[in-house]
């Protein structure tokens, strides 16, 4: 009985390690994107810069998250998850890849992500506000720095 439970934990231990080698340590539950770095503004800039409508910005978050928390008032609303959000986003701006949107999310990690996305499919004008609503490793976020925000 010893035998086999060491084969077996073995063989589990030889699986999990292909599947880190095969991914090159990426964790399994994103796609596979290679790093764009993008550039990054401050929810401070972030709201200056919407507000006078330099930047489209967008929140990207889930409608319980915006029900939660608010959304920076000068954001628009669209959820990452859409099948359609490429096609929603370029409604937005009109058609053109060439407008300067920012993306915010909670903490900053769901919008790193999609603006590597965005930029992978043509955008070349998409920023990062890596603070997030919460806050991250980044700064304070929106909430905290006591930003506008719009409910409902």
């Not at 930029?119 to 909430?143: C, H, K, N, R």
């Amino acid at each position: 009985m010893d035998r086999r439970r060491v084969l077996i934990g073995g063989g589990a231990v030889a699986l999990v390690g292909a599947i880190f080698a095969a991914t090159e340590g990426r964790n399994l539950y994103y796609t596979a994107l290679s790093e764009t770095v993008s550039e990054q503004i401050d929810v401070a800039t972030a709201h200056e810069l919407a507000t006078r409508g330099e930047i489209l910005l967008v929140d990207i978050r889930r409608p319980d998250e915006w029900a939660a928390t608010g959304s920076p008032a000068s954001a628009r609303r669209l959820d990452m998850r859409r099948d359609d959000f490429t096609q929603a986003l370029l409604e937005l701006t009109e058609g053109a890849r060439d407008v300067p949107i920012a993306l915010i999310c909670m903490r900053g990690v769901r919008s790193s992500r999609l603006t590597n996305r965005l930029t992978e499919a043509g955008f070349t004008q998409v920023i990062d506000v890596p603070e997030g609503m919460l806050g991250s490793g980044a700064g304070p976020g929106w909430i905290n720095e006591g930003l506008p925000i719009t409910r409902g």
